[in-house]
């Protein structure tokens, strides 16, 4: 195998994991506030973290280029914030995936928090658990299953990521060249042989991470 | 006024004719690279005001249109950025024997959305003080390519080579540039030239003699032979008004 795919290979998982780590970190209050609150701003958050589902990457990675690019409000905050501008950057693919990957994240996790139910709480706040006590010993033990699916999903997303990362990257090796790309950039310049180890490994990969999401005894579908 | 009204009938009169064609009008799908993208567009709305015919146009990369033509993609004919894929298609049998011919003659341009920033010498080049210059991927994509070669005759690979972007194809490398992403970069001179001047921005067109030739070959496809429209559209690249429309989009001939 070429360095350069192999190279690909580990920005790759480098990638998914920093921003699966991240989401769960975002994720969590986001999924914790859509699954308890009644406010009216409820739906439009929610449909806010969906969009991703819906939109092509082409989408995000266009208005990403615009909004992070120089003249955009993005990138003027951080050109004066001295962190330069953020497409063509491993920071910059490390924010676009959050983007791209945040549903596949916060929905298992917000449908694990409603599955618990109202009782639960209700009794350890009778037992005097403050309410974070209540969240930390409660409600993330009883979701858990929930944020198995949320990682191996949004770790799965980030990696198959192709459209955003095209747009934004810039084809940077070892910075912004991940697998997905590579792997486009082997079949136009018709170098078929490399393209068949790398993508056949990403079919193998896919088809083991679902087997692994699938396979799993109390799995009862991460999006009721 | 008489004379207006002369035209007009004229005008009239060709429409006319032109409609009586077009009940035997036909479809051309083509397959164009990316660089010709505005040149091609003009060409094919002169086209079918001439003869009626419908073309259908897909704009990319080179290799990657070449790898959707050796997968049955529907392209009657192609309209490459280069010269050598059109010859691997020829040696594969993929197109009509002999419809091989040169279209367009490309030429590099260094550019930059900043008015004032390039110097017409490419002296920025040297100074590099630039966070990121934009190329065409060199592996799929000839002004990616024409881009290194010259890089490597002025002796400043070395030196800029950690601060490429790259672009899937040279359309690409127009928006990271046209975007301010990337304060310069290498593109087609097509893409940001029109009518002997320069559009937007500022410009460095590079010499000739520091890369090698950019032959853009077109071919007809096997599936195109059958197809009269095609074979219309073939010759009309050749003639007279579809040269005027290249050679004012800056390509040679």
Known sequence: MEASSLSAIWLTLKLASLVTALLLLVGTPIAWWLSRTSSRWRGVIGAVVALPLVLPPTVLGFYLLLLMGPHGPVGQLTHALGWGVLPFSFTGLVIASVFYSLPFVVQPIQNAFEAIGERPLEV????????WDAFFSIALPLARPGFVTAAILGFAHTVGEFGVVLMIGGNIPGKTQVLSVQIYNHVEAMEYQEAHILAAGMVIFSFLVLLALYGRRQYKGWSR | MS????????????????????????EVQIAVAANFTAPMKAIAALFEQDTGHKVTASFGATGGLYTQIKNGAPFDVFLAADDSTPIKLEKEGAIIPGSRFTYAIGTLVLWSATEGYLDGQGEVLKQGKFAHLAIANPKTAPYGTAAIQTLTRLGLLENVQDKFVQGE????????????NAKLGFVALSQVYKDGKITSGSAWIVPGELYESIRQDAVLLSRGGSNPAAKALVDYLKGQKAAAVIQSYGYGL
């Open chain 1, 124 to 131: 350890a706040a009778s037992l005097r658990a403050s309410p």
């Open chain 2, 3 to 26: 004379s207006r009204f002369c035209k007009l009938s004229i005008l009239a009169a060709a429409s006319l004719t032109l409609a009586s064609f077009s009940a035997h009008a036909d």
């Open chain 2, 169 to 180: 194809n040279i359309t690409q490398t127009y928006q990271f540039i046209s975007t301010g």
